[in-house]
């Protein structure tokens, strides 16, 4: 049976199945039942020196069989130890009747044991049973090949051994009938009877990768021994929550794995999102970054055993994934030891398999809708109103003339209200958007060499007229293994292309008036007009028509290519001893075009020779990564240890070229070679610009992992980091981690406690390192001046290099529970953690004196706290039968605070404050945090905000300084509840969304509601800007009186609390596996599955989301089949 587990259940005629199944679907759509039943067919249960009586009492319990025997037949007061884990009920009967000359058989709800009967002749010489006997055998893997280090164990006695180099194992004196298991690090465990010479195929299955952790570096750890914060998630689970891309699903999964959301991109297919784990160990705006530097608090991101960039981990096929590892805390990312302390991803894709020849294609396919309704516009007859209340078309007291003129342009505007205009101008820039991805792959081959070639070509077309992200991609890999050497190569290349909206800001669309009609050829939606008789007053319109400006010709465009090349060798030197070693080179090219149109409506008042603007940029990189790895393993009675020896060097070179070219020939398409010249030729510095860069690292590792019994658990780790991100004088940095762990139901006196499985505490602290912020910190900049002679070009310093510069080290401490209760029917974990930053590389303004701006330095410390957790209920696990019914639930929360700047962040603290920023760095507040005036409300006499200073006096006038910590962007808390159903070949997964007490900026009501300047009056503006504000002596209200067009500054009345739900995934699927038309068709499977995502979102709060380009929701299809 190899392990599986074996559910008994009375049989139903298949018509009445089918009605219980659809009506219990039912049920389980409607979110009513609470309970459900489900007949045991397998037994856990570990205990020494316990009565057979009660063994048998304990699987009556767990099976729902009753024994029936006969106290002649069978001593129940006799003494045994067992040691089932999930074992199927045959099995267990097996090892509690080993040695007692007994049989049983399983009859209707009994499980009947008498005397055995004699043997026949034949069967007594052809069995291999054997009676305290010596056992021989071989364990290969799913190839094939031997598997050395194989954990072999007699269950219920201390006698264990591990397979040698060759898969070989030897047990001597072995009883008779006895179970031995055996395990393996990735493989499924398995459970069969002593024979005198066995030959065993343990398999690898998807399910078991949640008990390896692979670190993506070689050192693969044992789940259950392991004391670091890991999460593991398979292709299928990913798949199972959308298929557009790994960070989508993630964000599903995991309860520390968040994505900030991004109400300026929205939905757009061109942007990157910012991804935290576990909260914050830097601030966007402390650090000066090279233009190769990314986010301070972004992950490393992993794949295929080498370092690569988020943007790659998006554009990847998710059909080639294998299985992505989080690693959180110090123990499970100190080996990455100066780039882990924001987490690490590892992206592990499917390698090929020794079989015969396998073929597979996949077809997904995306329907993508812009979500508007989250726009509350006024129409034609409210904007107009609007208008006149907030004196648009009243005259300056005095200069009573120019009324004339206003009266005319409001009778004009008047008019095509009257006359049904009222145009809806958000539709325009955006369409139905659709992504079609189509992926091939091919594998095969024999016990020493495995192939396998793929390819994938994606087409997505965003929700904005004309954005689009495309892509294309192969990969070709090879594994050959030959007695104790393997070698495998991958190698990929993937291109992509790009393009923005030609029709620019959705928010341009947004502030168009609804009292203008379309007019694609108009240039403009209104023109200045000349004096009104007896008026020298002129309007000034000019309302440029959007749709006009789309259509010129403007573009912006991107190009991208990936190559790279992978090579791992393996060789065992001994069974306990593997040397391994790996090299990676990578190039990638990309470019840029941007070009305005001469035609735009921007350059309407500008010399000829200086209309339309080109930009183009190219870049370069080339990299090189070579590690060794050594790798010790040995398990002596219960005592098991590893040891690894790492080391590894990279090399990176950037460069980017950049040119700009302005003024262009009416009507031209954007062809550089019809520019009349460089930009900035006029003030003398119109140049070509380039740069370079040099990244260079070097690290050496060494940990090592020790369990006794499986209980009791160690785990350390040290790691030295040598980089160019240092000052010269520390090019030198030590990480470092040590663990400790207690698998608390191993333990003899939990034996008795049957409701107990799993339960295992771990605690683990360590240094690890961030090296987002590039090598600016640690080079000087030379800018070479725009002017020259003969004698050549001078340059002059604009960056100065700190020598000095250390590397940036976060301390982490985490503790966890990990449980599973009830048979396995609960089961979660709760994780605490502790991050201390300190050394932040931070930019320092210099006094101008110096002659450059500004330099870096290690300054202040940044302190993360949280917490996260899962629980999840098996409500019905029949695995005979194909049925499961899970619900699950996470949960995290952090906070940050800053400490150690003092007063030397003080000018930059005074910039944010000028430039009315709602950003702050000082002691003891968060990056989240929110500075704003503490407002009282608006006076109902006057209409006019008053503010409560910090000393408790009351005022009418805004004062920066007095500004305070309002609010925090930071949820108090934020999860996903996940509601996930199979039934044999169907599923249906549904995952939502809840962030509660976040804090954030309505910039709907800061900018359209208030902050209202008399230019901006001709912009059409939110709802609430005429229905909620004051309007006389006397009104309640929440915002400014409406005839105020004065600047509104940021005060507590913008920050509001919100709480969100949403249903982030809704999948349903059906895989077709044992259907004769699939195999008849030449199939092995067919999967079809449809997704919605994002389709419903609640909130507490009503603002734009998506500024710049709108959010959408979607619908998915996905089709795989395999031949």
């Known amino acids: 049976m190899n392990g599986e587990n074996l559910q008994l259940k009375k049989t139903l005629p298949r018509s009445r199945q089918l009605i219980v199944w659809l009506t219990l679907l039912l049920f389980i759509c409607n979110s009513l039942p609470s309970f459900a039943f489900q007949p045991k067919a397998q037994v856990t249960l570990k205990a020494n020196n316990i009565s057979i009586g009660r063994v048998l009492t304990e699987v009556k319990r767990q099976t729902g069989l009753i024994p029936f025997y006969s106290n002649k037949v069978l001593n129940d007061k006799e003494k045994i130890s067992v040691n089932f884990q999930q074992l199927e009920i045959e099995k267990a009967m097996e090892a509690i009747l080993a040695g007692k000359n007994l049989q049983y058989e399983v009859s209707d709800k009994y499980i009947l044991i008498k005397a055995a009967s004699a043997p026949s002749a034949s069967s007594t010489t052809s069995s291999q049973q054997v009676v305290n006997s010596d056992i021989t055998g071989k364990v290969i893997d799913e190839k094939g090949a031997p598997l050395a280090g194989v954990n072999v164990v007699v269950v219920g006695t201390n006698l264990a051994t591990q397979t040698d180099g060759d898969g070989q194992f030897t047990l001597k004196n072995v009883k008779e009938n006895a179970i031995l298991t055996f395990s393996f690090i990735g493989y499924r465990s398995l459970q069969l009877t002593a024979k005198a010479k066995m030959k065993v195929k343990l398999e690898p299955t998807e399910l078991n990768l949640k008990e390896v952790v692979y670190t993506g570096m070689g050192i693969n750890r044992d789940a259950k021994t392991f004391t670091g914060a890991t999460a593991t998630y398979t292709g299928e689970q990913l798949k199972a929550i959308g298929n557009s891309n790994i960070i989508q699903s993630l964000k599903a999964l995991d309860p520390a794995f968040i994505v900030v959301e991004n109400n300026l991109k929205g939905s757009d ?55 992505v590892v989080i690693l959180k805390d110090a123990a499970s990312t100190a080996l990455y030891g100066s780039k882990a302390s924001n987490g690490v991803v590892v992206v592990e894709t499917i390698k090929p398999k020794e079989g015969k020849l396998r073929f597979s294609y996949n077809n997904d396919f995306k329907v993508e809708a812009p979500d508007l309704t989250v726009y509350n516009l006024m129409n034609s007859t409210e904007k107009l109103e609007f208008e006149k209340l907030s004196g648009r078309y009243t005259a300056n007291p005095g200069v009573p003339e120019d009324q004339i003129g206003l009266d005319q342009s409001y009778s004009t505007h008047l008019t095509a209200v009257q006359q049904g205009v009222n145009t809806y101008w958000l539709n325009e820039p955006v ?11 091919v594998s095969g081959g024999d016990q020493n060499l495995q192939y396998g070639v793929g390819f994938n070509y994606r087409q997505q077309d965003g929700v904005m007229k004309g954005s689009n992200r495309n892509g294309w991609g192969g990969n070709m890999n090879l594994a050959y293994r030959k007695s104790k050497l393997s070698i495998t190569n991958n190698f990929s290349v993937s291109g992509t292309s790009q393009a923005a909206s030609p029709y620019g800001s959705f928010g341009t669309w947004a502030n168009q008036n609804p009292y203008y009609k379309k007019d694609p050829d108009a240039k403009w939606l209104e023109q200045t007009r000349a004096p009104a008789l007896n008026s020298t007053f002129i309007l000034p319109l000019n309302v440029p028509n ?37 090299f990676q080179i990578a190039k990638s090219e990309g470019s840029t075009t941007v070009f305005t149109s001469p035609d735009n409506t921007i350059y309407e008042n500008t010399d000829f020779t200086l209309k339309g603007k080109y930009t183009d940029g190219k870049s370069e990189g080339l990299s090189y990564t070579g590690n060794a790895l050594l790798s010790f393993g040995k398990v002596l009675g219960k005592h098991s240890i590893t040891a690894n020896a790492r080391s590894e060097f990279s090399h990176r070179f950037n460069s980017s070229l950049g040119n700009t070219y302005v003024g262009f020939p009416v009507g031209s398409n954007g062809n550089p070679r019809f520019a009349f010249s460089y930009d900035g030729v006029a003030s003398g510095i119109g140049k070509p610009s380039a740069s370079q860069t040099v990244y260079r690292t070097a690290n050496a590792l060494v940990s090592a992992n020790y369990s006794y019994d499986r209980r009791y658990l160690f785990d350390a780790s040290y790691r030295l980091d040598g980089s160019t991100s240092y000052g010269t004088n520390n090019r030198m940095a030590p990480y470092y981690s040590t663990g400790i762990g207690w698998n608390l139901s191993g333990e003899k006196f939990m034996q008795g406690i049957s409701w107990i499985d799993n339960l295992k505490f771990s605690s683990n602290i360590g240094v690890t390192g961030n090296q987002n912020f590039g090598s600016v910190a640690s080079s000087s900049v030379y800018t070479y001046t725009s002017s020259y002679n003969k004698f050549g070009q001078a340059l002059f310093l604009t960056s100065v290099a700190n020598p000095d510069i250390k590397a940036q080290k976060t ?24 991050k201390f930053t300190n050394n932040i590389v931070v930019s320092i303004d210099n006094a101008s004196s110096t002659g450059f701006t500004s330099h870096q330095e290690n300054l202040g410390n940044l302190t993360t706290k949280g917490f996260e957790m899962r629980l999840a209920y098996n409500v019905i696990q029949n695995i005979k039968s194909g049925i499961n019914w899970t619900i699950s639930a996470t949960a995290s929360h952090t906070t940050s605070a800053y400490g150690g700047f003092g007063n030397s962040l003080s000018r930059l603290n005074a910039t944010q404050e000028a430039n009315k920023t709602y950003m702050r760095f000082q002691d003891g507040n968060s990056p989240s945090a929110i500075w704003a005036a503490r407002s009282l409300g608006i006076d109902p006499a006057t209409g006019r905000e008053m503010f409560l200073m910090p000393n408790g006096d009351y005022t009418f006038e805004y004062n920066y300084a007095a500004t305070q910590v309002i609010g925090n962007t930071d949820p108090l808390i934020q999860g996903i509840i996940t509601n996930s159903i199979r039934i044999k070949g169907f599923n249906v997964n549904m995952s939502m969304r809840y962030s509660q007490g976040a804090d954030i900026i309505n910039t709907a009501l800061f900018n359209k509601v208030e902050n209202i300047s008399y230019a901006q009056l001709s ?49 349903v699927g059906y895989t077709f596996e044992k259907a004769k038309w699939v195999k008849s068709m030449g199939m092995n499977g067919l999967n079809f599955s449809a997704y919605t995502n994002d389709i419903l979102r609640i909130s507490t709060v009503k603002r734009e989301r998506g500024i710049d380009y709108p959010f959408a929701r979607s619908v998915s299809f996905s089709l795989r089949a395999s031949f």
């Open 269 to 323: 297919p061109n942007s990157t999102p910012v991804i935290e784990i576990r909260g914050k160990t830097g601030a966007a705006g402390l650090t000066l970054q090279d233009q190769y530097g990314t986010d301070p608090n972004q992950p490393l991101f992993i794949l295929d055993g080498f370092e690569t960039k988020l943007q790659t981990i998006i554009d990847l096929d998710m059909n080639r994934i294998q299985s």
């Open 431 to 441: 369409r139905i958007g659709y992504t079609k991805n189509n992926s091939v792959s």
């Open 546 to 582: 959007p749709i006009y400006n789309a259509t010129v010709g403007s573009f912006n465009t991107g190009t991208g290519l990936d190559l790279t090349n992978s090579t791992n060798v393996k060789i065992e030197l001994l069974p306990e001893l593997r040397l391994d070693g790996g």
């Open 811 to 834: 301390l982490q401490l985490s503790n966890s529970i990990n449980f599973s209760l009830f048979n396995k029917k609960l089961s979660g974990y709760f994780q605490f953690y502790n």
């Open 1019 to 1067: 912009l059409n503006q939110d709802k609430r800007a005429l229905y909620e504000r004051w309007q006389k002596p006397g009104d309640i209200a929440q915002f400014k009186g409406i005839s105020l067009t004065d600047a509104t500054q940021m005060s507590s009345r913008f920050v509001q609390r919100e709480n969100v739900f949403s249903f982030e995934s809704i999948s």
